[in-house]
């Protein structure tokens, strides 16, 4: 962290405890737990630069708590970029280019096979789109 950084992210961290709602929850005894909840860390000095931005935006009630390096779109099931990949690559490397092919092999890949591609979880999915560049 750069001198400037450094320096950026004490004037953020000053921002926070001087904020009202800082000081209110602090008063009520849940600031560390409004921390742990919505950052996963239980004080404010932990945060990188980019979660204390966050959390002044949350504190002014213009934005919802964000953990660094997590997406919403990280959970759940397979994009439908990731379902047109597998299914192009199926389409481009099988010998036998049925569905029911494919969900075969993505059995063997992963262990259990989806009614549709639909259901493949992003992880699994990215494990086909890996096991299809390898034929």
Known sequence: ????????RK????KVHQHPFCKEAKGLDTWNHFL???YGVDSSAKLSIGELLNLVEVMNSKSEPRISGTRESD???ASSKQIYVIDTLWKDKARDKSDLALRKFIKRTIKSMPLHLSNLSKIDASRVITALKRI
């Not at 962290?1 to 950026?8: I, N, R």
């Open 11 to 14: 004037n953020l961290l000053a």
């Open 75 to 77: 959970i759940g099931y």
């Open 1 to 8: 962290m750069t001198e400037g950084q450094k320096a950026f």
């Open 36 to 38: 742990q909840n919505g």
